[in-house]
């Protein structure tokens, strides 16, 4: 893959940190998590690349266009991938892919699977790219992470993929990329369908996903006076 601009001159030095901390944790049995948003998509009768089998003569009829649908709108889903035990959860956002949903997901993540799969844990390490809502340079993700330390008392240590190599983020190609295999062909009519293609995603290597809706909305900013 050929990166667009300059490559960082320590790239190389990163990926074997994000490595070598990776397999002490695994190694330790404490949590590794891979994290991201999924491209947004339209809710409807929608035309979604790629085939399904059905009846002969049978073509399943999508909208002849592909403009949002303002009552159905977006969702965002927001992906953990947890290399201990191949498995994924999906927090589908149907509001904006802010920092604040970032960190409801990673929450959401550890009460519903997390501290169950890791009950003795007292850290966690997380890697994810330079951009969007869990931005390196980003503030209100750094907040977000503190408040999940606190809510959690695991000790946080994250780790950014240098910039133009976010698809060796392993939430893109052991979690996402089976969501859209899994969902090809067929339209995202409204979110319960979509929750349920994600849901049911698996692979013969053993990859099950947790999806859960999340109807939160990011708030409001202050008008200036």
Not at 95 to 101: I, Q
Not at 127 to 142: A, F, I, L, P
Not at 159 to 172: A, D, I, L, M, Q
Request: hydrophobic share 30%; with cysteine; aromatic share 10%.
């Amino acid at each position: 893959m050929l990166q667009v601009g300059e490559p960082h001159p320590d790239r190389n030095e990163q990926f074997e940190h994000i490595n070598a901390t990776a397999a002490s944790y695994l190694a330790e049995g404490e949590p590794v998590i891979s994290i991201d948003t999924k491209k947004k998509e339209n809710i409807g009768n929608f035309k979604n690349n790629g085939k399904e089998y059905r009846e002969k003569k049978d073509p399943r009829k999508v909208l002849d266009h592909d403009f949002p649908i303002e009552e159905l709108g977006k969702i965002a889903p927001y992906g953990i991938y947890n290399l201990n035990n191949n498995t994924g959860f999906v927090n589908v956002g149907t509001s904006k892919d802010t920092s604040e949903f970032a960190g409801e997901s990673i929450t959401r993540w550890w009460d519903i699977v997390g501290k169950h799969t890791f009950p003795s844990s007292t850290k966690i390490y997380i890697n994810c790219d330079c951009g969007g809502s869990n931005s390196n340079k980003t503030y209100m993700w750094k907040y977000q992470l503190q408040l999940f330390a606190n809510h959690t008392g695991l000790e946080v240590e994250i780790s950014h993929f240098p910039p133009g190599t976010s698809k060796w983020n392993k939430v893109e190609h052991r979690l996402f990329c089976y969501i859209s295999k899994n969902w090809e062909g067929k339209p995202l009519v409204d979110i319960e369908t979509a929750i349920d293609l994600i849901g049911s995603t698996r692979t013969t290597a053993g990859l099950e996903v947790v999806c859960i809706r999340d109807d939160n909305r990011p708030p409001r900013k202050l008008a200036k006076a």
